[in-house]
């Protein structure tokens, strides 16, 4: 028998709200956090919308000795861990350091950081460049600067799968608790909107130009055109269950019961690609049936072909239009590795007021045979939620959560 | 009962020398692969020397589509990749592709080609708002490294979990350990893993020239990775891959599988200290040691060889021969410890794989290779650092360790197999 591993915190920074409760509150009255860029001038460019973080000022939540050597996303992440470790109640300072450790996720590191240290070495020289280049913009740097802050000694990682790593960090940090690790910082913010950053999403040919916030992120709609790109995420504290028991943790969200992840067969294949299996690998994985589901939070490409996908990946295991389905990223943007672990927020959210958030701004097209929650929230006892993610170039996860046993 | 995970293919790309056969000549011998740079004009740097591989990726049999989309690291990765399965003789097209997954370390993802990218894009650095219409459609590979683990999923067909590993210089022992840690638990059946870097480039050269983290010993590139030696003043900027075949023991066993080694003990820590500076007691390595020792249910006794990160910096050498005497005890005086590092440079995210490959090789010649330039010794690294000469050692366990920027402490424990009681 394996130990329950429980989310006890949560911590998030979305473009619709700093906080877990803020998020909530807006997500809840479909307040879109998408707007034209405001942190460089996106005229020259064909897409022109983020989700960015609002009214976020770093030096109100960090020490300022953090702020010269970290990128945005970084700032973005240590608060993040902050509020989930006071959501939760721990004292760090009071739990063995070995037993916890940080896994996070990450897309591109500190893209941000990065460009600016690229410019002074190509526009004025070498001597110029950071002192905090050799780790402010790398993969690595929100789990190191989180383990620091917090005097975390256990196990440290980090994965990068785009989008689908915010649950494959949460899959990893579930592998570290059953290994013996009591408490775990995982998930991932994340963050690249810099023109650099913004050139390289470019290049996709997924972005919306749309530059209508209401318009622009539509998936499963029949006038989806692409995605908004965004910033921020969640940063969740797992724990053992009985370890969280034993500290007297003041509150359980749910289980992470299930996890299973794929690869897509090489483009061109006529194989059937993996989101289907991913959600088959974490209901068996979590030991549930179908039927137990209650939501299923999308992975919401919006790119016609990715979503007929996902879509008949859900059909094809829930059966036709017999789960609700919901995006509320509509709201915020995709958010790189940030993305997938705030809607596992938003799922424990779910089981946690019995209610589903919904999917704003889309029609949902014929096509889809999908209970789409569409427009407003809808009321509901949520007991277990299945999270569906997929990254640029094929990674498919899902994660099953659970209601508090 | 736990699976055991064994390695049955290996797949080398090492300054000095593209294979297995060569990589091995290298070390055994001792000889240097550090010189002087030769990627792009060194002049203005600090440090110009480094540890460069002469690859021509389409003598690997890349394609010119393979090439252009994929930075230099991915090219390296995937070439160790078909070397490694070709080496293992698994046939992974009779498995399930969900059953087979991949596990790719990388501290600094496609750095090379974002610099080239970036240059052109920013006019070299005269637009801050860059230009678009610039863009290489394949941009966003470079930009997100997750997209390595899917070069090499498609180059064998792999359609389980998938993964970057990416946790500093210890990526290239973490992406094993994690691939060990899916096996084991029965997610996959076998997992392509291993770890690649092609850092030599402009930006990587600046940022550590700005903390004084790579030797400025230019006069004499050859004897420039000086690991443990008193003189020693930086390390080598190098570039590589390795990557492995992993299976579990009883199909590697059942299909006459020539087995290397076994992967028997794994762990990693955050040393949640500072993300370049090391306390000097090696505290959190030793954690790592003790508990990767633990998993493998061995003692310190058991250990006959520790392939040691030894960077040739003066705080990691001092740190790790603290961290081997803490966690190994008396031991630490009687095994042999040397770093290649000496030889190939720091390949930084990839330097894990290609340690885990010489440890199993030297279990495989009972030999351990050499800390070469190591001529100077000093009071705070006195262990047998195996100077200069590879020494004919009988080689059942090693332990290998990483140590890097962010408090990443890694370390793993190879053994023999069959010889493991886990």
């Not at chain 1, 996106?42 to 030096?59: D, I, K, N, T």
């Not at chain 1, 991932?188 to 209508?212: F, K, M, N």
């Not at chain 1, 209970?371 to 094929?394: I, Q």
């Amino acid at each position: 028998m394996t130990t329950p591993v429980v989310v006890t915190g949560i911590g998030v920074l979305a473009p619709n709200g700093l906080g877990a409760a803020d998020y909530w509150a807006a997500t809840l009255k479909g307040h879109n956090g998408i707007g034209r860029i405001t942190r460089f001038d996106p005229s020259p460019y064909p897409a022109r919308l983020a989700g960015e973080v609002p009214g976020f000022v770093a030096r109100e939540h960090l020490p300022s000795r953090l702020i010269p050597q970290t990128d945005h996303m970084t700032r973005l992440a240590l608060v993040a861990a902050e509020w989930a470790l006071a959501d939760a109640g721990v004292r760090p300072d009071e739990l063995a350091e070995f037993e916890m450790g940080v896994i996070t996720a990450s897309a591109s590191g500190g893209f941000e950081f990065g460009q600016n240290e690229l410019r002074n070495l190509w526009s004025k020289g070498s001597r110029y460049v950071s002192a905090y280049q050799s780790f402010a913009w790398f993969y690595a740097v929100n789990t190191g600067q989180i383990s620091i802050r917090h005097g975390m000694r256990g196990p440290g990682s980090v994965v990068v799968s785009d989008q689908a790593g915010g649950l494959d960090a949460v899959g990893q940090a579930r592998r570290q608790i059953r290994n013996g690790s009591k408490l775990i910082v995982s998930g991932g913010v994340d963050g690249s909107i810099c023109p650099w950053g913004w050139v390289a999403h470019l290049a996709t040919g997924r972005l919306s130009t749309s530059d209508e916030p209401d318009r622009a992120y539509l998936p499963f709609d029949t006038e989806a055109r692409g995605h908004v790109p965004g910033e921020g995420g969640a940063l969740l504290i797992l724990e053992d269950a009985e370890a969280a028991r034993i500290r007297g943790a003041r509150s359980v969200y749910g289980e992470i019961a299930g996890y299973g992840a794929t690869f897509d067969p090489k483009p061109g294949s006529d194989r059937e690609r993996g989101p289907r299996r991913a959600i088959e690998l974490a209901l068996t994985d979590a030991a549930m049936e179908p039927g137990e589901i209650d939501v299923v939070f999308a992975d919401a490409a919006a790119m016609p072909e990715r979503d007929r996908i996902e879509a008949a990946a859900i059909t094809a295991v829930f059966g036709p239009r017999a789960v609700p389905v919901t995006a509320p990223k509509t709201m915020v943007g995709r958010l790189c590795s940030g993305a997938a672990s705030l809607d596992i927020a938003a799922a424990l959210l779910s089981i946690r007021d019995g209610v589903v958030p919904p999917t704003t701004n889309v029609s949902l097209s014929v096509e889809y045979e999908l209970d789409l929650v569409l427009t407003k929230p809808r009321a509901s006892v949520v007991r277990a939620a299945l999270v569906v993610a997929c990254g640029h170039g094929g990674f498919n996860s899902a994660v099953v959560v659970r209601a508090p046993r | 009962m736990r699976r055991r995970v064994v390695i049955t293919g290996v797949g080398v790309l090492a300054p000095g020398g593209v294979g297995v056969k060569e990589f091995w000549s290298l070390l055994s011998d001792g000889r240097t692969a550090t010189r002087t740079i030769t990627f792009f004009d060194p002049s203005p740097f600090r440090s110009r020397v480094a540890a460069e591989i002469d690859f021509a990726p389409a003598a690997h049999g890349l394609s010119q589509q393979e090439i252009r989309r994929m930075d230099r690291a991915a090219q390296l990765a995937v070439v160790a990749t078909r070397a490694a399965v070709g080496d293992s003789g698994v046939e992974l097209t009779e498995l399930d592709p969900c059953r087979v997954g991949t596990a790719i370390g990388s501290a600094v993802g496609a750095t090379m080609g974002l610099e080239e990218e970036y240059r052109v894009v920013s006019d070299d650095g005269r637009l801050e708002l860059v230009d678009h219409e610039y863009v290489v459609p394949h941009l966003y590979n470079h930009f997100v490294p997750s997209s390595f683990a899917a070069e090499i999923a498609w180059a064998v067909g792999a359609e389980g979990p998938a993964i970057v590993v990416s946790t500093g210089c210890t990526s290239g022992l973490d992406s094993v350990g994690h691939a060990c840690e899916l096996i084991r638990d029965g997610s996959v059946d076998v997992m392509i893993a291993g770890a690649t870097d092609a850092p030599i480039s402009p930006i990587t050269v600046a940022c550590f020239d700005a903390i004084k983290a790579t030797t400025p010993r230019n006069d004499d590139a050859e004897h420039a990775s000086r690991p443990f030696d008193g003189t020693r003043n930086g390390f080598v900027l190098g570039e590589g891959a390795a990557v492995f075949v992993l299976e579990d023991m009883d199909s590697a066993q059942r299909r006459n599988a020539h087995i290397y080694a076994e992967i028997a003990g794994f762990a990693a820590r955050c040393n949640a200290f500072h993300m370049t500076g090391l306390r000097p007691d090696g505290r959190e390595l030793a954690e790592a040691v003790r508990v990767a020792l633990d998993e493998a249910r061995m003692s310190a006794e058991d250990i006959d060889y520790v392939n040691a990160h030894g960077s040739g910096t003066k705080q990691n050498d001092r740190h790790e021969t603290a961290a081997f005497k803490r966690s190994l005890g008396e031991h630490a005086y009687r095994t042999p410890v040397s770093s290649i590092k000496s030889m190939i440079g720091h390949s930084l995210g990839a330097i894990g794989s290609i340690e885990i490959a010489a440890s199993v090789l030297a279990i495989e010649h009972n030999v351990v290779p050499p800390t070469a330039n190591l001529h100077t010794p000093e009071p705070e690294c006195d262990l047998d650092y195996v100077p200069i000469t590879a020494r004919e050692w009988h080689t059942d366990t090693v332990l290998t360790v990483g140590s890097g920027f962010g408090g990443f402490q890694s370390a793993m424990v190879l053994t023999r197999a069959g010889r493991s009681t886990s």
